[in-house]
Structure formats: structure tokens, C-alpha cells
């Protein structure tokens, strides 16, 4: 695996974290992400945005300086860098230079901005091995993904055999702590903490983009008797069948769908693009038996345990 750190680089060896007498290093949180392919998607997203600049200068366009000074504030604001001193404080302490972070943000700025035509900038404007290396860490540190990973390996090292520092050897001993704490038990248990949450419902959907066209369809459904589909191909438009865990819908469509009982229909109400009608088929309480349920009750109690384990056991150096 091929190491992102210069040679000199003081970043590399910080300590992040330790857990009993084992020290953890930005090293060590980078060789862990290697091992489960994580720091494949941040060398992605680096190519992305080398590709993206060299578009940029290829073309002659230009980054609006309103543009950049607003991506700016954001990325402050989302991490409470307010003041001046504070962000050249941040930067500092993770070895980024000013300069290093606001070609970050035109890199963010550009990739949002081509998302459509990615594919096809990064064939023609291919990114150097070299190029993604002098880029990378500035990528993982200012997207946040560099402190997610540490969080991801103090997990593991918390879970895992006591000194562990080898990834190979901490998947294993987290697999066994998984293993441990995903009892029938505490998944039932968990299941029955978020039956509202974990219902899902199955229902036929129609999109419509005037509320008045929308009412229309819902009239000749509740008045006239005609099937969804029916009044759907009057008013022009196709029906969709879709599923949700009433978790996942988004909140105003979760506020009608709560109640929701089969045969029931729901709207017009706000949606992507204009209004949704939708049809309720099917209300289906949560169970271990249902293998997407199943998996939702694994990631909390592991998420739980883990976080137990951290806050038992690991000291942090610096983090977030």
C-alpha cells in the first residue's frame, strides 16, 4: 500500500488516539483505511478535483470569487470556525496552509459544479499518481473524511484485542465483538424499541406538478371510485410503487404517513418538483425475519456498543 505522507511529514506520526498502552497514529488511521478500501473513494474524489481544475484552466472559465467566498464561510460555519484565528489555528494543527485550503474549495466548487460530466473530465484530463499524492491528505483532512476514519479505527481498536494495531488483526477481533453483542436478545430488543419507525409501508405513487391537477386525481380516486392508476393515465401521468421505513421518509411526509392504513389515500402533499399522491397497499411491522429490519437493528446495537467501548477506553490526542 502506498503511504500518502511525505517522507517528513510531522502529520504522520501524531499520536490520534490511544487505548490503554498503544499509541495510534494518522499513519496508522490511513493504513487501516487502505486495508478496508476506504481511502480508495478519497483518492476518487482527489483525481476528481485535480481533473476538474485542470478543466478549469484549459477552458479559460473562472471560479466567481462570491462563489468561493461562500463555499468558504459554509465549510467554516459547519464546523464552528467563526473567527479568523481559529481557522488558521485548524489549519495548522492538521498541516494544511491557507493556500492548500482554498484550492480544496475550488476543487468541492468545480466537482459539484461538472457532477454530471465527471466520467468524461477525468478521461480526458487524468490525474498523475504524484498529482493525487500532493493533494490527498489536504482532501482527507478538509472533507472531514480523515477524522470519520479515525473514529472508524478507534472503534475497532476499542472492540478488538488489547495492542492490536494491525488492521488484519482488529477486523478480526471486531468481527468476534460483533458477533458478541448481536444476540437475538438485544436485536429483538431493539426492534421492539422502534416498531413506529422500523414499519414499513408499501404504497403506488403519483408525482403531479400543479397542487390543482393533483386534487383533480384525488377527487376521481375518493369520489369517483377509480383505481390510482385509472385517474393517474387521465391526468397523463405514470404510477410508481415504492416502500419506505417510516424513519426514511423525509418530515412532512412522514407527519401523513404515521397514520397511514391500507387502502388509505395520502395527499396531494409536497414533494420533489411539486405533489405526490399516494396510495397505501401495505403497513408491514417491523420483524428479525425481515432481512432489511434485521440489518437495522445490527448497525444500532453495534453503533452502541462501540460507542461504549470508546468512551470506556480510548483517550483522544485530537479529533474533530
Not at 468476534?176 to 422500523?198: H, I, K
Not at 391537477?213 to 380516486?221: H, N
Not at 417510516?246 to 401523513?256: F, I, M, Q, S, V
Request: glycine share 6%; with cysteine; aromatic share 6%.
Amino acid at each position: 500500500m502506498s503511504d500518502p505522507f511525505g517522507r517528513m511529514d510531522p502529520i504522520a506520526d501524531e499520536v490520534v488516539f490511544s487505548l490503554e498502552d498503544t499509541e495510534y497514529r494518522w499513519r496508522d488511521v490511513v493504513r487501516a483505511a487502505q486495508f478496508w478500501g476506504d481511502w480508495a473513494e478519497v483518492e476518487r474524489r482527489t483525481a476528481q478535483g485535480i481533473a476538474c481544475r485542470r478543466r478549469l484552466d484549459d477552458s479559460g472559465e473562472e471560479i466567481a470569487p462570491d462563489d468561493l467566498e461562500a463555499a468558504g464561510n459554509a465549510w467554516r460555519y459547519d464546523r464552528n470556525l467563526l473567527a479568523a484565528d481559529e481557522l488558521e489555528v485548524w489549519l495548522d494543527e492538521r498541516g494544511v496552509d491557507p493556500q492548500g485550503w482554498m484550492e480544496y474549495l475550488r476543487r468541492v466548487l468545480l466537482r459539484d459544479r461538472w457532477a454530471a460530466d465527471l466520467d468524461e473530465i477525468e478521461r480526458r484530463y487524468p490525474a498523475r499518481a504524484n498529482e493525487i499524492a500532493a493533494f490527498i491528505m489536504v482532501e482527507a483532512t478538509c472533507s472531514g473524511t480523515l477524522d470519520t476514519l479515525a473514529a472508524k479505527l478507534a472503534g475497532r481498536a476499542a472492540a478488538s484485542t488489547p495492542g492490536a494495531a494491525d488492521p488484519a488483526r482488529l477486523e478480526h477481533g471486531y468481527t468476534r465483538f460483533v458477533d458478541s453483542v448481536t444476540t437475538p436478545g438485544a436485536l429483538q430488543r431493539e426492534v421492539d424499541r422502534r416498531a413506529l419507525e422500523w414499519t414499513r409501508l408499501e404504497c403506488r405513487t403519483v408525482a403531479l406538478a400543479r397542487e390543482q391537477v393533483a386534487r383533480e386525481v384525488s377527487l376521481l380516486v375518493l369520489e369517483d371510485g377509480m383505481d390510482l392508476s385509472e385517474a393517474a393515465a387521465e391526468a397523463g401521468v405514470r404510477v410508481r410503487t415504492q416502500e419506505w421505513f417510516l424513519e426514511d421518509a423525509e418530515t412532512p411526509l412522514r407527519d401523513h404517513l404515521l397514520g397511514a392504513q391500507p387502502g388509505q389515500l395520502i395527499g396531494p402533499v409536497p414533494a420533489e418538483d411539486g405533489f405526490a399522491l399516494l396510495a397505501i397497499d401495505r403497513r408491514i411491522p417491523p420483524s428479525l425475519e425481515d432481512g432489511a429490519v434485521r440489518a437495522r437493528a445490527e448497525r444500532v446495537v453495534v453503533e452502541a456498543a462501540v460507542e461504549a467501548e470508546i468512551g470506556k477506553r480510548v483517550r483522544w490526542r485530537r479529533h474533530g
